[in-house]
């Protein structure tokens, strides 16, 4: 340890530097506008109440409001039942910073939807990738056929090509069919992993052929064998591959950018909170941070509980 | 174990022809829907990319022009595209060598380590994780010129032995400290930084693995052979058994530096960053063939990063098959 000592100084340095956005963002979502314009108030802030000045605004009483009310306020002159609404609306508009953040998080913007807009989006690209790679895998791996070697020299060249790259042709391609700005334009042009094939593909190359043999004995036929013999094995390789392309989704940006233009229903999250940003006059820095904080805060969750899977499943790629 | 509850029926043994047609068929029909879709969605688009690159087409429109290599040309004579690819190339020649070489020391770093190795790892690896968009807002905060963390943690060094010693702290403080993202000598810069500071994790973690695969033996074997520094038994053993790793953790890190979007978007909505300095080839593509509907140019843009992607990688195999161990 004392041997060391300049080890850990250099890679604390490392951690100050990598720590520091998220520190700043999560501390931001916790504090009122003027601790961030300040800069006080250390991590969680003071918490002192604080007065949503909007909503103040939207319950100035009107004549009719002060008419109802001087039941309450018997014997009260309208401007003095004025000033005692005004003092109740601010009673009722005053919050924690952190409460109001986070609910002007999900109520400013339709935060939930977004979220589970991702959740949708994610959750489709991952299940149609698996149902449309692990019979191709398992005929590459296991199936003798006439034509196998070209196929598998098609996908290795399709490897070459990311999909980002040729976001501008599948666009005019989606756009020529009428299909920008619906799910189906989120998630189709990831419906075929090629990555996920050459992966699934090495796995099966290492199950006995014992056990595929055993089952066609049992008079099972190759669509059977693959979800009922094949998948159960394939379990722990799929889980690294989910990791790996629910990561990759979730945090897409540029693609949803392209084929989602103003429909709000169809936000995935990083465009949510890309909207927030855009709409924000500069003094919502407390709830566009809340709202980074709710979008990031997912994966990292999971990241924390299970690393190992997540540096497995994000590594992936690095596997030969 | 669903062998066990399959249905046990037909042990008469098929004559061989039958079962090899079968499993043809059975086999084809596994791969046609990924095969389909491989050409649609991956194949297809490419030739039309090749294809709208020598036309002057645009959405909505019903014919177009075939205007053959005009659009190329326009890519290495107009002022704009040469900023792009100086804009992509600084960005990749910064942010590769950077991230590798942080990656490697933090592996190198964190495996010499007893304790805490855990702890640093999951840390390094975080920004890999996080929504990179969202992480792009919450540095565009710290990097606010007046409010953010930035400027701020620097102007405590003010009044002190700092400023003596750097001059960028001397004159940020006696006029003002930089404006950051609106500063077109740091917006580059700060785009390479923020791709470093996502990158790097992930190579760690891929050299990281690399290390465990380095034999104890070969470390002893160096010693007796004379190689007695830190130094010379990293160049000497561990350098050469790390080659496959470094090989596809730079080609990686190569495709992803190439493919930088979020953050300029992020900073920059429109027009690629002050004086068009972080006008990266993805933003590129976007600005024009989405945003502003020259299909043509962006399909050309196109074009010449799938070159540049595809050559890199055809570079990789080539290195995996030929030297894997140097």
Redesign the interface.
Known sequence: MTRDWWKHLILILGVIVVIAPFYMMVSYSFKSPGEIDRGEGGFFGRQELMVDERCVKLRDPSRDDISTATDRFPGQSDSEIRDALLAEATAECSMRPVVFNYTKAFTEAPLLRYLLNGIIVTASIFLIQVVVALPAAYALAKLKFWGREAVFGLVLFCLLIPVHAIALPLYIMLAKLGLTNTYAALVVPWTISVFGIFLMRQFFMTVPDDLIDAARMDGMGEFAIVWRVMLPTAIPALLAFAIFSIVAHWNDYFWPRIVVTGNRDLFTPPLGLREFKGDGDGSFFGPMMATATVIVAPLIVAFLIAQKRFIEGITLSGMK | ???VD?????PVPRPVTDH?TK??R??????A???I??VV??????I??GM?SLTNYS?GNESFDWVGTKNYEKLFTRSTYEKMFLATLTYVVTVVPISVGLGLG?AL??N?????R?V????????????????A???E??LHPS?G?IN?TLEMGCGTFLENLWPFMAEGCATRFPVWLGDKRYAIWVICFIGI?QGF??NM??YL?GLTSVHRELYHAAEMDGAKSAWERFRLVTWPALG??TV??VT?SC?RAF?V??TV??FW?QGGGPNKSTYVM?FA??EK??QQNL?GI??AI?ML??IF??FL??IQRWL?ERKVHY
């Open positions: 174990m669903t062998a399959a249905p046990t029926a037909n090899a499993e043809r059975a086999a084809w029909a596994l791969t829907p990924a095969l879709l491989m969605i991956l194949l297809v688009p490419v039309i990319a709208l959405l933090a770093l964190i010499s380590l007893g304790r805490f855990e640093y790892k999951t840390i390094y690896f975080l920004p890999v994780m996080a929504t990179l968009l969202a992480m807002i919450a540095w905060f710290m409010i963390m701020r500071w994790g992930f973690v891929l693995a496959p790793t596809f953790v990686i495709i493919q979007f979020d978007e992020a909505p993805m593509i976007f063939g989405v299909i962006g399909s196109t990063f799938l992607v595809m990688t055809l995996v």
